[in-house]
């Protein structure tokens, strides 16, 4: 049997379907006798919801953020009325976990209790070791979604084309039809379809990493891209649109980071990288050295001392009625 009980909650397409859920959720926390809810969905619809019915079962409620707060402003307008709630609900909850300083700076001037942790980073560390050779092979792995920004990688191409003609990119990943279509209409348009290969969804991506040769970054925000960390892990120098706000990118090691949408300094950092082998090397091995650090953060021990406390402190009463605490939420 497993060491855990997992409960499945009824679909929730709207708050008209919503008791249905409520119901499930408040069964299962009163059943189970849960004293805490760590909330990884952290910008969801029914967030608030979910919020005041684990404060009147007695269970306190952490959000986990795994996200980031540079996505507001750079998301559709629909979305943007809703995060503007955010702070207001975020106030209620008793602890805000988030991935990044920033994030938690932002989200310290609301919540109750504040922590900054980062995303597993489980590879060993005796398998990080810095690459010594390279074939002019770059890699761009991530859901193809307009905030991850494809089409730039292909704009990227075109200049590394223009000096390395031997260039190829590789796209691992997928997404929505549409938003493919997009990449490769791109990429005809420029007529450098042919040094593009999409391989699509995989779950083992250890073997693109191993097979190339600089990964290519373009995000226009993220929260702990996992793909920075496993691109480091293999030896990969990176080259990516700036988001000096990231964990694994503060000192900027193995990095060359480009302003936003800069796609020509970008293919020329990648020009550079892949024509100078002492800067390839220097990279590869401050890639590693990185790797190293972050594979080596205790996050058991961090998590431990999130949970630590000996009587979790509650941002409500646990027996407020829920139209007080939708009262408190929206004042």
Same mark, same amino acid.
């Not at 080259?239 to 293919?267: F, T």
């Given at each position: 049997?497993?060491?855990?009980?997992?409960?499945?909650?009824?679909?929730?397409?709207?708050?008209?379907?919503?008791?249905?859920?409520?119901?499930?959720?408040?069964?299962?926390?009163?059943?189970?006798?849960?004293?805490?809810?760590?909330?990884?969905?952290?910008?969801?619809? @029914?967030?608030?919801?979910?919020?005041? %019915?684990?404060?009147?079962?007695?269970?306190?409620?952490?959000?986990?953020?795994?996200?980031?707060?540079?996505?507001?402003?750079?998301?559709?307008?629909?979305?943007?009325?809703?995060?503007?709630?955010?702070?207001?609900?975020?106030?209620?909850?008793?602890?805000?976990?988030?991935?990044?300083?920033?994030?938690?700076?932002?989200?310290?001037?609301?919540?109750?209790? =504040?922590?900054?942790?980062?995303?597993?980073?489980?590879?060993?560390?005796?398998?990080?070791?810095?690459? !010594?050779?390279?074939?002019?092979?770059?890699?761009?792995?991530?859901?193809?979604?307009?905030?991850?920004?494809? %089409?730039?990688?292909?704009?990227?191409?075109? !200049?590394?084309?223009?000096?390395?003609? #031997?260039?190829?990119?590789?796209?691992? $990943? !997928? +997404? *929505?039809?549409?938003?493919?279509?997009?990449?490769? @209409?791109?990429?005809?348009?420029?007529?450098?379809?042919?040094?593009?290969?999409? %391989?699509?969804?995989?779950?083992? =991506? *250890?073997?693109?990493?191993?097979?190339?040769?600089?990964?290519?970054? !373009?995000?226009?925000?993220?929260?702990?891209?996992? =793909?920075?960390?496993?691109?480091?892990?293999? $030896?990969?120098?990176?080259?990516?649109?700036?988001?000096?706000?990231? *964990?694994?990118?503060?000192? $900027?090691? +193995?990095?060359?980071?480009?302003?936003?949408?800069?796609? *020509? @300094?970008?293919?020329?950092?990648?020009?550079?990288?892949? =024509?100078?082998?002492?800067?390839?090397?220097?990279?590869?091995?401050?890639?590693? #050295?990185?790797?190293?650090?972050?594979?080596?953060? @205790?996050?058991?021990?961090?998590?431990?001392?999130?949970?630590?406390?000996?009587?979790?402190?509650?941002?409500?009463?646990? #027996?407020?009625?829920?139209?007080?605490?939708?009262?408190?939420?929206?004042?």
């Amino acid at each position: 049997n497993a060491p855990y009980t997992r409960v499945v909650l009824p679909k929730c397409t709207s708050f008209l379907d919503y008791q249905a859920k409520a119901d499930a959720l408040d069964s299962a926390l009163r059943k189970y006798e849960v004293d805490l809810m760590v909330y990884h969905k952290w910008i969801d619809r @029914d967030l608030l919801w979910d919020l005041l %019915v684990c404060k009147q079962a007695n269970c306190a409620f952490y959000i986990y953020a795994n996200g980031t707060i540079d996505m507001f402003n750079l998301s559709h307008p629909y979305w943007q009325q809703y995060f503007l709630q955010l702070p207001a609900i975020y106030k209620l909850a008793d602890c805000v976990i988030a991935l990044t300083a920033m994030d938690a700076a932002f989200w310290n001037q609301i919540a109750n209790r =504040t922590y900054q942790i980062t995303n597993p980073c489980s590879l060993a560390v005796r398998e990080i070791k810095p690459r !010594t050779s390279h074939q002019q092979r770059i890699l761009w792995v991530g859901r193809i979604s307009e905030e991850k920004q494809p %089409v730039e990688s292909i704009k990227i191409l075109a !200049t590394v084309l223009e000096k390395l003609p #031997n260039a190829e990119l590789y796209i691992v $990943g !997928t +997404g *929505e039809p549409s938003e493919v279509k997009k990449v490769i @209409d791109y990429a005809k348009k420029l007529e450098i379809l042919d040094r593009v290969t999409f %391989v699509g969804f995989h779950t083992d =991506t *250890e073997q693109f990493y191993e097979r190339s040769d600089v990964l290519l970054f !373009t995000s226009k925000f993220e929260g702990y891209p996992m =793909t920075l960390f496993e691109a480091q892990s293999h $030896g990969l120098p990176i080259v990516m649109y700036e988001l000096p706000y990231l *964990e694994l990118v503060k000192g $900027g090691q +193995g990095i060359i980071a480009v302003n936003q949408l800069a796609a *020509e @300094d970008a293919g020329n950092a990648i020009i550079d990288i892949l =024509t100078d082998q002492s800067k390839y090397s220097r990279l590869s091995e401050e890639a590693c #050295n990185n790797a190293i650090k972050f594979s080596k953060i @205790d996050l058991k021990k961090k998590w431990q001392e999130i949970f630590s406390t000996n009587e979790i402190e509650k941002t409500l009463d646990s #027996n407020i009625d829920s139209i007080s605490a939708i009262r408190l939420a929206y004042n």
